[in-house]
T-cell receptor
Framework: DVKVTQSSRYLVKRTGEKVFLECVQDMDHENMFWYRQDPGLGLRLIYFSYDVKMKEKGDIPEGYSVSREKKERFSLILESASTNQTSMYLC??????????????FGQGTRLTVV | AQKVTQAQTEISVVEKEDVTLDCVYETRDTTYYLFWYKQPPSGELVFLIRRNSFDEQNEISGRYSWNFQKSTSSFNFTITASQVVDSAVYFCALFNDYKLSFGAGTTVTVRA
């Protein structure tokens, strides 16, 4: 069964802390994505990656960085957490299959609160 | 640049009514993929459909149907004879050049 796993369901961090959100997929997918979801704003793309060590900025990369050292793992880093980064974070992966790119498979989400 | 617009923020209907969700997209590429996802109150994202840019055939799956029109860059979604279980947020998404972008979502409320 397809699986995308995010390391934490809930996190509470203090302002200024460095925060790591981890995402692991077991489907050998090339593409991985990080989104944040806020009410009324949908899913906004933070960063994406199409291969190991490759990373591209999404629509709202400010205040975030990512790391993809292994194909199955895509980490989102908040260098210095701020209260406006309180949000639900969703990781996803997809595969450029023979019939074209597959749908994205999502993790369960991490609800991050920065206090 | 690519963009997905779901102009309808919220739609409220009575059970058994039909509801159509609009999705308009922007891309400069000729090869791309379009998706619809459902997010029920439980929070998980449920994949509904994928359509590639070369396949303009409309599709029906049970009470769900999709109308893809490249000429107007639209990929609309209709729920026929809505049910309370259809209450959810629905997202349209566009994939091209490795990037997957979502619209802001439309919240559908179906009242009994």
């Amino acid at each position: 069964d397809v699986k995308v796993t995010q390391s934490s369901r809930y996190l509470v961090k203090r302002t200024g802390e460095k925060v790591f959100l981890e995402c692991v997929q077991d489907m050998d997918h090339e593409n991985m994505f990080w989104y944040r979801q806020d009410p009324g704003l949908g899913l906004r793309l933070i960063y994406f990656s199409y291969d190991v060590k490759m990373k591209e900025k999404g629509d709202i990369p400010e205040g975030y960085s990512v790391s993809r050292e292994k194909k199955e793992r895509f980490s989102l880093i908040l260098e210095s957490a701020s209260t406006n980064q309180t949000s639900m974070y969703l990781c996803a992966s997809s595969f450029p299959g023979q019939g074209g790119n597959t749908e994205a498979f999502f993790g369960q989400g991490t609800r991050l609160t920065v206090v | 640049a690519q963009k997905v617009t779901q102009a309808q923020t919220e739609i409220s209907v009575v059970e058994k009514e039909d509801v159509t969700l609009d999705c308009v997209y922007e891309t400069r590429d000729t090869t791309y993929y379009l998706f619809w996802y459902k997010q029920p109150p439980s929070g998980e994202l449920v994949f509904l459909i994928r359509r590639n840019s070369f396949d303009e055939q409309n599709e029906i799956s049970g009470r769900y149907s999709w109308n893809f029109q490249k000429s107007t860059s639209s990929f609309n979604f209709t729920i026929t004879a809505s049910q309370v279980v259809d209450s959810a947020v629905y997202f349209c998404a566009l994939f091209n050049d490795y990037k997957l972008s979502f619209g802001a979502g439309t919240t559908v409320t179906v009242r009994a």
